[in-house]
């Protein structure tokens, strides 16, 4: 990991009110590249490792934003509930490997789930989870985050009252349209970006994601054209290694 990426805070636990030490991301990071659902890449540092906050005294998880936000107090009473008398198993880390980043998205991804919290934020929580199987080259792992990260989406555009949190409903849809292109479902993803597209609306009120999706678009469109190339293909006798591949299937 890069030196001086990272630096430690104390800050007041939702649940318990104790001090606790979390590490925060220096934001002057130069990103290498973003993909088309904005996972972005770093060189020698990933700082999706440090979004979600550990209290080191009770085990609460969470990302900043939810870690620093007013709690009810039937939340908090529901999280002290479940952790009572038990112990969470992670400790401290002033530096993150990949277990512990999974480790923490998946602790955070339960409170949220246990508090019933907004599908569009647990979509999130498993989108970034999905980047960082990806960002460690591990697509057998990101694919069922991103399936489900869309599945949510999909659900809180229908369920619930946008925008939620930062999130509006475009954005929403375009991350789900995103996120089957990368799952190589074309047919889905076309659907998710034309509703942009087709929109006037999202034109006028975001420009550049209205752009984005444009562009995600034709991206969709050249893959799904080289997929039926390929399927001409092999409907036309194929490669000699498909037309051995069929001969076995058939026999
Ligand atoms: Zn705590």
């Known amino acids: 990991m890069a030196v001086g990426n990272t630096y430690v805070v104390e800050k007041t636990c939702p649940i ?11 934001s002057r990071l130069m990103a290498l590249q973003t993909d088309s659902d904005f996972c972005t890449h770093y060189q020698d540092f990933n700082p999706y490792y440090y ?8 085990g609460y998880a969470a990302d900043e934003k939810r870690f620093l936000a007013v709690m009810p107090e039937k939340n908090r009473k529901k999280i002290q509930d479940f952790l009572n008398g038990r112990k969470i198993g992670l ?18 991804i339960f409170y949220e789930e246990l508090l019933g919290a907004s599908l569009g934020h ?11 199987y990806r960002l460690a080259d591990d697509e057998e792992k990101e694919l069922p985050m991103l399936r489900k990260a869309a599945e949510l989406y ?4 229908t369920t619930e009252r946008y925008p939620v949190g ?24 076309t659907q998710y970006l034309s509703r942009i597209i087709s929109d006037k609306d999202s034109r006028i009120q975001d420009r550049k994601l209205y752009e984005r999706a444009r562009y995600l678009w034709q991206d969709v469109r050249a893959a ?28």
């Not at 647990?122 to 960082?132: N, P, V």
């Open 122 to 132: 647990r979509a999130g929580l498993f989108l970034e989870l999905a980047w960082i």
């Open 91 to 108: 400790s401290f880390a002033e530096e993150r490997g990949l277990p512990e980043a999974v480790a923490s998205f998946k602790l955070a």
């Open 154 to 157: 999909d659900q809180s555009l």
């Open 166 to 189: 930062q999130l509006s409903d475009t954005m929403a849809i375009y991350l789900v349209g995103s996120i089957y292109y990368r799952l190589g479902d074309y047919e889905t993803a």
């Open 16 to 26: 318990c009110g104790e001090t606790t030490r979390v590490v925060k991301v220096r």
């Open 224 to 251: 799904r054209e080289a997929q039926r190339d390929a399927a001409e293909v092999q409907a036309a006798g194929g490669t000699p290694d498909e037309a051995a591949e069929k001969a076995k299937q058939n026999s």
């Open 51 to 58: 979004t979600i906050w550990i209290c080191e005294k009770c």
